[in-house]
């Protein structure tokens, strides 16, 4: 469908005042809005420019009210609003009509949903759906194996990773370049209303393929960057409590056929045990009791060809030495009465580096590059960014209420430096949870988050794939998931055919990392016995198999921002692919569509039109709905039959 930008030629406007109003309670965010006032406008009139058209608008009292200037360029459009009273306003509500028919993809990362059409999004990051929001009885019934399929209310979801952007059906992206509170609302299926904050600077793109769409929306974003070559040579393994751990499990896992280039050692600063389960001691400084000498056991481990990544994020526990110089530096940031904020995350409270002030930024940077990169590390996850308190006070004096959206991007941004400055851009990479405008250009790659150790379709294994592909079209193509999920909580439990399941699926990504869990001794790990060690072994050998076609997909996603991991409708134009949120495609090749239920050992898959060959039978398929077996350790995969790749791409399991 050829882009119509006709439709824009009578936007509507409406302008306001109001006040915000937020609670946050372990990154989880009750928003409300006070003595909202809003008024229509009319449009009066359309002047032609020479690049475009401005349009003109009178509130009811016909006095001039401002102006939208459209300035049109090939296959790229912006949109400003000028002459506004801006003393007077901070509401803008801006509505153009659209086709009904079309699906919405996009807002950052959305879980239960695929398609926005029909939904109002909340542009604001916060803590993924936190789990006091969840009713207690929804959490019974999964608990009892009782309607796993049900989800909260799309209204009452929080993401990681919010960004105002999002992508047509009829191969157009729109992008607001605003950081303050926003709402989609896609609701109405004849029109789409932006409710924004702060006077609107939209840029609009179109294309005739959604690769097209996709490059256009990175020349804007900016684009990841190509990850080091090892991480495509095995899985990396999550170990915790000290070099022995690491050490057998190294070993149990080798000679089990497991192919590893990398352990993941979230607590090499320290462990506290909580009601929550095992966490991180944030305190970024090795920690000697548990991981004594560990610099020269990072070089031991290297030269068996094993990495050692940690983790970070941008807390301090207040009970430690590196909080108490930052304290004593004024690099905290700041409540209402000038003490170091204390923000509350799951159990305990744990003070902020204000990223404002330029000697802290550094000061947290050189942590980064002295007691991680400086020991030998080649990457970490770096968590969090989602906090910021909207009553704090910052070193910059600037709104915290502005900031917030920015501040996983000011993270990622701090993260990219501290590697690039140590030029160990080949070698080392971070992986981030959060996420707005700017992360794409800073961070190496997102992971969906801290899934459940269940099957529900809000938060468990099945979640993982919405996550992914709203990511995709929202820009951000590298992406991957914790193998077996993360959060335990009541009596949840991960199984090991869950375990089992989640890694099948994460040989089809761009990464494959385990994560023991909040509870490791609740919950199956990959070596809890010796089917699941040869079940790993299966699929990091599969994993390794890929690696050619995997880092072509990278570097395609690098050099045109078209994603890895891609929704089906991406080169099908089929409206029964438009829904499809269970199944993806690895690249233009691979179609997978990952066992999503317990239990169960066949699925129904639904195949685009053309030839697809069952990776593990061999049998061919014209597309539509086919049901194929699909026993642990042989997901459903396909290959497309006219891939120039085909007879490559069918030997990845030998």
Not at 296 to 308: M, N, P, Q, S, T
Not at 544 to 556: A, G, H, Q, R, T
């Amino acid at each position: 469908m050829q882009f119509d930008i006709k439709r824009f030629e009578n936007m509507r406007l409406e302008i306001g005042m109001g006040k915000n109003c937020f609670s946050m309670k372990r990154g989880s965010f009750v928003y409300r809005q006070k003595n909202v006032r809003m008024q229509k406008l009319s449009m009066k009139e359309k002047t032609a420019l020479s690049d475009g058209f401005e349009l003109h608008y009178e509130d009811e009292a016909g006095s001039y009210a401002g102006k939208i200037c459209v300035k049109v360029q090939e296959n790229r459009m912006q949109i400003v609003c000028r002459d506004m009273p801006s003393e007077k306003v901070n509401r803008y509500r801006l509505i153009f009509p659209t086709n009904e028919g079309e699906h919405i993809y996009g807002c950052g990362e959305t879980y239960s949903k695929l398609d926005l059409k029909g939904e109002k999004v909340r542009i604001w990051v916060a803590e993924h759906q936190n789990t006091r929001r969840i009713s207690s009885k929804i959490i019974r019934e999964k608990l009892l194996g009782k309607h796993p399929e049900r989800t909260l209310k799309f209204s009452e979801y929080e993401s990681y990773y919010a960004q105002p952007t999002f992508v047509s059906s009829d191969k157009y992206f729109v992008h607001v370049n605003t950081n303050a509170f926003a709402e989609f609302d896609f609701s109405n299926r004849g029109q789409i209303a932006l409710e924004l904050q702060e006077s609107p600077e939209i840029t609009i793109g179109w294309g005739d393929s959604f690769e097209a769409v996709s490059e256009g929306l990175s020349d804007v974003l900016g684009r990841q960057k190509i990850l080091p070559d090892w991480i495509y040579d095995g899985g990396i393994l999550a170990v915790q409590e000290g070099c022995d751990a690491v050490d057998r499990k190294i070993e149990t896992a080798q000679r089990a056929g497991v192919k590893i280039n990398a352990v993941w050692c979230q607590d090499w600063s320290g462990c506290r045990r909580t009601g929550f389960g095992y966490q991180v001691m944030w305190n970024w400084q090795r920690d000697d009791e548990l991981y004594p000498k560990l610099p020269d056991k990072i070089a031991e481990w290297k030269k068996k060809g094993v990495r050692f990544l940690g983790y970070i994020n941008p807390f301090l526990a207040i009970e430690k030495n590196i909080y108490r110089e930052a304290s004593e530096k004024g690099y905290c940031v700041k409540n209402k009465k000038g003490e170091d904020y204390m923000v509350t995350i799951t159990t305990f409270p744990a003070a902020m580096i204000d990223f404002t002030n330029p000697k802290a930024y550094e000061w947290y940077k050189n942590l980064i590059k002295e007691n991680m990169i400086g020991i030998g590390m080649s990457g970490w996850m770096a968590d969090f960014g989602e906090y910021l308190p909207i009553d704090s006070v910052l070193y910059s004096g600037e709104d915290p209420e502005i900031l917030h959206n920015q501040w996983p991007a000011i993270w990622a941004k701090l993260n990219r430096e501290a590697i690039r400055e140590c030029q160990m851009e080949n070698e080392v990479f971070f992986f981030t949870r959060a996420g707005h405008t700017g992360t794409i250009a800073h961070s190496d790659m997102m992971w969906t988050g801290d899934q459940h150790v269940d099957w529900s379709v809000d938060d468990g294994l099945p979640s993982v794939i919405p996550a992914t592909l709203s990511l995709a079209m929202s820009g951000f193509g590298i992406t991957h998931s914790d193998a077996g999920g993360y959060t335990t909580i009541m009596h949840m439990r991960r199984s090991k055919e869950l375990l089992m399941r989640w890694e099948e699926m994460n040989v089809f990504s761009p990464l494959f990392r385990t994560h023991e869990g909040n509870q490791p001794v609740n919950n199956v790990q990959f070596d809890s016995d010796e089917e699941l060690l040869a079940h790993l072994a299966k699929c990091t050998a599969i994993h390794v198999s890929l690696k050619n076609y995997i880092k072509d997909c990278v570097v395609e996603a690098v050099q045109k921002g078209i994603p890895v991991m891609r929704p089906l409708f991406y080169h099908y134009d089929e409206e029964e692919l438009y829904q499809e949120k269970g199944e993806y495609l690895l690249g233009r090749d691979i179609l997978v569509a990952p066992v999503l239920q317990e239990g169960v050992s066949e699925r129904t898959c639904l195949l685009p039109s053309e030839k697809w060959v069952h990776l593990f039978s061999g049998q061919e398929y014209g597309g539509g709905k086919v049901t194929v077996q699909a026993p642990i350790g042989q997901p459903p995969v396909f290959i497309r039959r006219n891939s120039e790749r085909f007879e490559e791409l069918m030997k990845i399991t030998e």
